[in-house]
């Protein structure tokens, strides 16, 4: 083909200039989402599940499950090759599960830990967040620490990270749990709000949107562990050692479906929020959008597993074996790394490498 007749191909100069000027930032930034996706997804084939029916647990629905409930409802797992089925157990439930084979990931916290250092072969493979949105609360006349010396705590599962947070406070506050304040435990963050609303328990330790819902009520911060900087791993991607060395590509396309999820939260507020009201039955416009800027501050695009998230719960658990335990025990960073090179370095290019 001539040099000639190829040149009716090229954009006039003038047309070019319009038509950049007439697309919105908004367009651009979604064209450049769609291209990260497309360019990502070229690599996506590449895995094949070893095991493409899984079970997920779950404690609770909240801010920082969003990613993976788009997933879910995005069809990213499918895309991926997964048929997923998620559950809403309690953190104790969901690490027993783990154990007996009836579910394959536990989407959560420091329970898998807990469970860990009994004994249970328990490994974190990637850390969707580790930073925390954990708030204690007193009732009315509580604005400090100390004034909940001799009271009570309302949390969730025993060893779950409102157990370890208070137990933190404590330690610094130079209390002892058990001795000068008591943990109520509850199954759910639902359960735990319920028993402060009512008035059963003198403080509450608990996530968003609770923790919302409490604020918004009047009710007293006393401290707001993410502005305290804790670093503490929930929900990290939990499973058995075993699971993950013999379904290794199962892994690797949870991940990937997760970090889809991730880029489709940050880049789709009124999406992840509509999912956030179904979810949690939520329809207050107000703590839904607190409740999204919380996530954009917590949520990780590097799912790598950061040791010293692992040494916070070792230093507080009440396990007796714990202070002394190796913080390498309990993850494996292998396949979030295979997926940050091979995936998630083209869905936000630039901030992973």
Known sequence: MSHHSNSNFELNPEVDTTMRRSLSLRDIELMVTMFALLVANAGAQTVKPEK?????????????????LIAQEAGYFAKHGLSVNIMVVSASAAVQGLISGRIDIYQGGAAALAAALQGADIIYVGAGVDKSSLMLFGQKDITTFEGLRGKTIA???????????????????????????K???????AEAYSTFLLGNSDGMVNTPPQADMARQKGYPVILDYYKEGLKIIGPGTSLLREFAQK?????????MALLDGLRRAIDDEAYAS??????????DVKI??????????????????????IRVVLDDSPDAKAKSADPKRFYDNSLIQAVNRDYAAKLFPGEIK
């Open 52 to 68: 493409r029916s899984i079970e997920v647990a779950i404690a609770a629905y909240a801010h920082t499950t969003m990613p993976m």
């Open 155 to 181: 949390t969730t599962s025993p060893g779950a990270f409102g157990e370890i947070a208070a137990r933190m406070s404590a330690r610094k506050n130079g209390m002892e749990m058990g001795k000068d304040i």
């Open 183 to 189: 943990l109520i435990y509850h199954r759910t963050p």
């Open 247 to 255: 379904n290794p590509n199962t892994v690797k396309a949870y991940l």
């Open 274 to 283: 509509k999912l956030e009201s179904k979810y949690t039955k939520i329809d």
């Open 288 to 309: 839904l959008a607190e409740n999204y800027q919380q996530g954009l501050r917590v949520w990780n695009k590097d799912m790598t597993v950061d040791p010293s998230a």
